[in-house]
Nanobody, 129 residues
Framework: EVQLVESGGGSVQPGGSLRLSCVAS????????IGWFRQAPGKQRTGVSF???????TYHVDSVKGRFTISSDNADTVYLQMNSLKPEDTAVYYC???????????????????????WGQGTQVTVSS
């Protein structure tokens, strides 16, 4: 059974930093695309950053490019380093995994939330002065 457990959320002032962690079990990271999604109150859940550990590919949406960095320890943990946080980054952040082994590398980022196979429970990030 695939399990994803996020941690690292919290409350920070604008301009602050947080690092989210997603520990995965029941899967091999190289066989999955891992994404960080976020959902603000009253809004849809949207993808923020993605990583393919097998191909060394990463992707960030324009709104976080240059501020967020997704990375992996190539074992069981994916990180999201968030710098220069803004109030509009306030949301519940979810880690998600999609099996891409059968795609033979023929897939693109960002991934759609409906294609993800497993989700974590989410961690709250609040940016406020």
């Amino acid at each position: 059974e695939v399990q994803l457990v996020e941690s690292g959320g919290g409350s920070v002032q604008p301009g602050g930093s947080l690092r989210l962690s997603c520990v995965a079990s029941g899967l091999t990271l190289d066989d999955y695309a891992i994404g960080w999604f976020r959902q603000a109150p009253g809004k849809q859940r949207t993808g923020v950053s993605f990583i393919s550990t097998s191909e060394g590919r990463t992707y960030h949406v324009d709104s976080v490019k240059g501020r967020f960095t997704i990375s992996s320890d190539n074992a069981d943990t994916v990180y999201l380093q968030m710098n220069s946080l803004k109030p509009e980054d306030t949301a519940v952040y979810y880690c998600a995994a999609e099996s891409v082994k059968t795609y033979n590398g023929n897939y693109y980022f960002p991934r759609n939330r409906w294609s993800m196979d497993a989700w974590g429970q989410g961690t709250q990030v609040t940016v406020s002065s």
